[in-house]
């Protein structure tokens, strides 16, 4: 099901998708890198008073923080409430308070406890440093500012390169905010899309037999979240234009992860693509945060084991990606990937990147005869665009985007299939591409024609299983 929110409207569509959540427009957004967002630990500075087991303190607080992990946040907001009123001036408390909030991605709770009590002389710069990564997290530089100006009158020199990273993120939040457009109220919701299966599968459901894997066994759930568009001019409009390559390549690439872990052994994988519906896609101008993965996770039935999420920068044409293992557990993350390339190097590079994250993951491909064997692509880069295109013309078929931003041709899906002959998902990509197309009544390319009939005649596609749909291109 696709539960879709839009300008207030709530509406329900069936298809063979999930929703994952509804994010604003202006929803939290990180500091840009390590070190400044790495948290701070729960463990006071040397200096500071050791925690005493009288008073029950150190209980209570371990039992909220048990209480946060069973996803009881009223129950652990009454015990922090209740030890904040006796204990409140304990630089170890707010810590261990703001970390466990932190961590567990309640966000703007960590504000409301903390922003009327962090005094920097009396509670050091710890809880100082999580209060301002959450309000960096809420976009409010303002109040991030403040935040710093106080550390930095700690005169604390081993904090000097942490802070001034957190100056620089400041000042990236100012700049976007003022350079990012006025919506309007009817565009102040973005909805998450999550896709659970192949996005060239949507309407070959008659031969999922052969087409789909049988997972057995416990299943780790995974959700690839699309990529965020770092550096960019006026993101957010550029979202409402037809999609550009770069675009198209942020919904591209988790589609690509998604369906490579759902054809390998013990993998749920799903991916998340976010839409203004029904007028434009979105585009994430910042990467996403502990808040925004907290609110992903509530939102799936059974919940989620990881999310990974990515960003993507382009300087001149020399591309830098990183993607970030979240943990959804804890709320933290395990592990990040970076790679860049040119577009001479491109296919090489990501081909390279996508197998180290594979075995990183300890993907373990299916047994023979379990739905389509694995195969990834030989040229990556075609085949993220046609899928960014496959979702495309899917979503327009499901009236989630205006015509204008589909593609009117099969350029897209061709040369996917062109470069990578031997991929049979690089095939079926161009043959629904071709069905969606003679559906909304445009005149298929006739070389791309050609290539399907061909195809379709071929071993491959018997092996396949999808021989039969020749009859629809006859």
Same mark, same amino acid.
């Given at each position: 099901?696709? @539960? ?9 569509? !069936? ?11 202006? !929803? ?31 209980? /209570? ?56 009590? $962090? ?43 942490? +802070? ?50 049988? /997972?057995?066994? !416990? ?26 390559? +770069? ?30 519906? %029904?007028?434009?896609?979105? +585009? ?75 075995? $990183?993951?300890?993907?373990?491909? @299916? %047994? ?11 040229? %990556? ?25 589909? %593609?009117?041709?099969?350029? +897209? ?62």
């Amino acid at each position: 099901m696709i @539960l879709f929110a839009s300008g207030g409207v709530r509406v329900l569509l !069936k298809a063979e998708m999930g929703f994952l959540d509804r994010f604003t427009a202006k !929803k939290p957004a990180p500091g840009p890198a390590d070190p400044v967002n790495a948290p701070v630990e729960t463990t006071p500075p040397a200096s500071a008073p050791r925690p005493a087991i009288a008073g029950g303190v150190l209980p /209570q607080l371990a039992a909220a923080r048990a209480l946060l992990e069973a996803h009881d946040l009223p129950g652990a907001t009454a015990i922090h409430d209740a030890v904040l009123a006796s204990a409140g001036d304990r630089p170890d408390v707010l810590l261990t308070i703001s970390a466990n909030l932190g961590t567990h991605g309640h966000v703007r709770e960590l504000i409301e406890l903390l922003a009327p009590r $962090y005094d920097a002389e009396l509670h050091g710069p710890g809880p100082g440093v999580n209060l301002l990564q959450a309000y960096l997290a809420v976009r409010q530089p303002e109040q991030a500012q403040h935040i710093l100006d106080l550390l930095f009158s700690l005169g604390r020199p081993e904090l000097e390169d942490r +802070l001034v990273g957190f100056s620089r993120a400041i000042a990236e939040i100012s700049v976007s905010a003022h350079a990012a457009p006025d919506l309007g109220a009817e565009e102040t919701t973005i909805s998450l899309v999550s896709i659970s299966k192949p996005i060239w599968f949507y309407g070959l459901e008659e031969f999922a037999a052969t087409l789909l894997p049988r /997972q057995t066994g !416990k299943l780790r759930r995974v959700a690839f979240a699309q990529c965020a568009l770092l550096g960019e001019d006026n993101v957010m409009e550029r979202a409402t234009q037809p999609e550009d390559e +770069l675009g198209r390549f942020t919904r591209g690439l988790p589609l690509w992860f998604a369906e490579s872990f759902s054809s390998g052994a013990g993998y749920e994988p799903v991916a998340g693509v976010g839409v203004f519906a %029904p007028k434009h896609y979105a +585009l994430f101008p910042s990467e996403w945060t502990p808040d925004n993965l907290r609110e992903l996770n509530q939102s799936v039935q059974g919940g989620l084991d990881y999310v990974v999420t990515a960003a993507l920068r382009n300087r001149n044409a020399d591309y830098e990606l990183t993607l970030r293992i979240w943990e959804v557990k804890k709320f933290r993350e395990l592990k990040s990937f970076s790679t860049r390339w040119t577009p001479v190097d491109a296919n090489a590079v990501l081909a390279k990147f996508h197998l180290h994250f594979r075995t $990183y993951m300890e993907w373990k491909a @299916l %047994p023979a005869g379990n739905g389509l064997p694995y195969e990834a692509p030989a040229v %990556p880069v075609s085949y993220i665009q046609a899928l960014g295109g496959s979702l495309s013309l899917f979503f327009g078929e499901k009236d989630l985007l205006p015509s204008a931003h589909q %593609p009117t041709s099969a350029g +897209l899906f061709l040369q996917a299939a062109q470069d990578n002959p031997t991929d049979v998902r690089a095939q079926l990509a161009l043959v629904t591409a071709l069905l969606r197309l003679k559906q909304r009544g445009l005149t298929p390319d006739a070389v791309a024609l050609q290539h399907v009939q061909a195809w379709l005649a071929s071993e491959a596609a018997q092996t396949a299983g999808v021989s039969g749909l020749a009859a629809r291109f006859a």
